[in-house]
């Protein structure tokens, strides 16, 4: 079954870190671009960070640079997403999208061929 599967969300204390797993099953990554997006409760989808294939560029929306932190390992077949400093505000669920040969367009893809289901991450105290 070809999909993306995301791992790794949970309930954390402000300022504190999760890393976000996106693993594809049935095809590889290796090809494909890989965005990050979230959206949190009665808000439009977000897109946070979107990373290339081939040179593995990054990009992250303004709202969350600095405490993003995007990667690749295409041996795993994962795109992970490092968040630090977490805020209450970054509560959301975090979904990761796929398109093979796709351009990053700042922090979103401009061709998706899989999404995932999404992981939830709520920041409170």
Do not use: M
């Not at 409760?41 to 290339?52: A, D, L, N």
């Not at 077949?77 to 700042?106: F, M, R, W």
């Not at 893809?109 to 995932?116: A, D, P």
């Amino acid at each position: 079954q070809l999909q993306l599967v995301e791992s790794g969300g949970g309930l954390v204390q402000p300022g504190g870190s999760l890393r976000l797993s996106c693993a594809a099953s049935g095809f590889s990554l290796r090809n494909y671009a890989v965005a990050w997006v979230r959206q949190a409760p009665g808000k439009e989808r977000e897109g946070v960070s979107c990373i290339k294939n081939g040179d593995s560029s990054t990009y992250y929306a303004d709202s969350i640079k600095g405490r993003f932190t995007i990667s690749r390992d295409n041996a795993k077949n994962t795109v992970y997403l490092q968040i630090d400093s977490l805020k209450p505000e970054d509560t959301a669920v975090y979904s990761c999208a796929a398109g093979v040969g796709a351009a990053c367009h700042g922090s979103r893809l401009n061709t998706i061929n899989f999404w995932g289901r999404g992981t939830q991450v709520t920041v409170s105290s």
